[in-house]
């Protein structure tokens, strides 16, 4: 590396936060660019995206399947680039690819863990950060959806939400229910995602809202939030019924506080109900086989994708933070460069 390389920038966590983060927790660095060594590639990032989950590394909540991020450690996450220089034959330059280390204008990375993509697959680059593999496997894997089953999914304006609602009715859902967070996510989930019913998680006696929106009861529920919604859709559980937890949002908007989780679980033995946490992880081998089918419902019209672009790595730490509170609709991206 030389003094006069190239300089590129890296949010990095400052500061572990004591409840929910504030914008002085993060921190922008400029550092040198490096250039490859034999075997790595030097990727300019197009695109990274911000995940609600990574509050759960930021404030080291117990019990998480990743390491929390360590004090000054750059931020990770999905993130789509193009190679600028490489270092090996298989991955060369001009390929478009994905990879796990976003938060950084440029990414050196070893070339075993990046992945070539179809730039033309997509009308843009950033729809590869899209979390429909979570929401695909959640329901097929953890919930066992089944043709005709009623679906409740929380959070169903957001990334993963607006996703599962819409994959629930290709994979055979007879009535599909989302939770929102305002009249105009709601309007949006039913006239542009599809959703039979919206239910406003604001709106008190909440399970009285959503038993009134599936008045037959719930066969699969899909959890992005816990706490008070959890424990609603457990009163309005069908016998058998199948919850996929995914997320934690109302952990995260509490600031990493426990919420009050499930409540009386007499109702889970009485129901014989199954509640099954689930990581993507465990799952990869379902990506093959999620992406063709992506692909044709996307190229017969018949998923939506939605997409909110915010623009500047300096600008991805409010991004982060206002997705948590619910201030988007959809997947949401930051654009690093055009």
């Given at each position: 590396?030389?003094?006069?390389?190239?300089?590129?920038?890296?949010?990095?966590?400052?500061?572990?936060?004591?409840?929910?983060?504030?914008?002085?927790?993060?921190?922008?660095?400029?550092?040198?660019?490096?250039?490859?060594?034999?075997?790595?590639?030097?990727?300019?990032?197009?695109?990274?995206?911000?995940?609600?989950?990574?509050?759960?590394?930021?404030?080291?909540?117990?019990?998480?399947?990743?390491?929390?991020?360590?004090?000054?450690?750059?931020?990770?996450?999905?993130?789509?680039?193009?190679?600028?220089?490489?270092?090996?034959?298989?991955?060369?330059?001009?390929?478009?690819?994905?990879?796990?280390?976003?938060?950084?204008?440029?990414?050196?990375?070893?070339?075993?863990?990046?992945?070539?993509?179809?730039?033309?697959?997509?009308?843009?680059?950033?729809?590869?950060?899209?979390?429909?593999?979570?929401?695909?496997?959640?329901?097929?894997?953890?919930?066992?959806?089944?043709?005709?089953?009623?679906?409740?999914?929380?959070?169903?304006?957001?990334?993963?939400?607006?996703?599962?609602?819409?994959?629930?009715?290709?994979?055979?859902?007879?009535?599909?229910?989302?939770?929102?967070?305002?009249?105009?996510?709601?309007?949006?989930i039913v006239e542009t995602l599809g959703y039979d019913a919206a239910v406003d998680y604001h709106d008190e006696p909440f399970v009285d809202r959503l038993r009134a929106a599936a008045p037959g009861g719930v066969d699969v529920y899909f959890d992005n939030v816990g706490g008070a919604q959890l424990r609603a859709a457990i009163e309005v559980m069908n016998v058998g019924g199948r919850i996929a937890l995914c997320g934690a949002l109302a952990r995260q908007r509490a600031g990493g506080e426990p919420d009050s989780g499930p409540g009386d679980l007499l109702p889970v033995i009485g129901k014989r109900l199954t509640l099954r946490g689930f990581t993507t992880l465990d799952h990869l081998d379902l990506a093959p086989e999620f992406g063709r089918r992506l692909r044709e419902w996307t190229t017969a019209g018949r998923i939506v994708h939605t997409e909110t672009v915010v623009d500047g790595l300096d600008q991805a730490p409010r991004a982060l933070l206002d997705t948590v509170r619910g201030r988007y609709t959809g997947k949401v991206v930051v654009r690093l460069a055009r």
């Open positions: 590396m030389t003094t006069d390389a190239p300089i590129t920038r890296t949010i990095r966590l400052a500061a572990r936060p004591h409840g929910f983060p504030r914008l002085s927790d993060f921190r922008l660095t400029e550092e040198p660019m490096a250039a490859p060594a034999a075997g790595e590639v030097l990727i300019r990032n197009l695109y990274m995206s911000i995940d609600p989950g990574l509050l759960m590394r930021i404030g080291a909540y117990p019990g998480i399947p990743l390491p929390p991020l360590a004090i000054d450690e750059p931020l990770a996450g999905d993130a789509i680039g193009e190679v600028i220089e490489s270092g090996d034959p298989a991955v060369p330059e001009g390929a478009l690819v994905l990879h796990r280390f976003g938060w950084r204008e440029h990414a050196l990375a070893d070339a075993r863990t990046v992945r070539v993509v179809d730039p033309n697959a997509y009308r843009s680059p950033s729809e590869y950060l899209g979390f429909g593999l979570v929401a695909y496997v959640g329901l097929t894997v953890a919930a066992d959806l089944r043709a005709g089953d009623t679906v409740f999914v929380s959070s169903a304006a957001g990334a993963t939400g607006s996703v599962a609602g819409q994959i629930a009715r290709l994979l055979g859902a007879g009535r599909v229910v989302g939770s929102v967070g305002s009249p105009r996510k709601a309007a949006h």
